[in-house]
């Protein structure tokens, strides 16, 4: 649910949030600015997966607490917005 509001957060960079339930993804505006926030992601330590050449698929496993969900999840908003910053 916090998800939808990058794309308020980030307009020129982040172009759909979808998903159903732990299975999301985040549609970004081009195929390098979706690169960019994986490797972001994987330099602070959160795992993603690049699908379709712009989406960024979020899929944490089903045995994760909130507390570490809220977590990774940050760290995904923060890599989109050290990649939207330049």
């Known amino acids: 649910e916090g998800m ?3 794309q308020g957060a980030f307009p020129d960079v982040v ?18 600015t ?3 926030v994986v490797d972001e992601c ?3 330590g959160v795992f993603v997966r690049l699908t379709q050449h712009t989406g ?3 899929f944490p496993p089903l045995t994760i607490t ?3 969900l809220t ?3 940050e ?12």
């Open 34 to 36: 979706a690169a960019a």
């Open 15 to 32: 172009t759909d949030v979808r998903g159903v339930g732990l299975l999301l993804l985040v549609e970004l505006k081009d195929s390098s």
């Open 66 to 68: 909130d507390e570490e």
């Open 4 to 6: 939808r509001g990058w």
């Open 75 to 86: 760290t995904v908003r923060g890599a989109i917005a050290t990649v939207a910053a330049g």
């Open 42 to 44: 994987l330099s602070r």
């Open 56 to 58: 960024v698929r979020v």
């Open 71 to 73: 977590m990774g999840l």
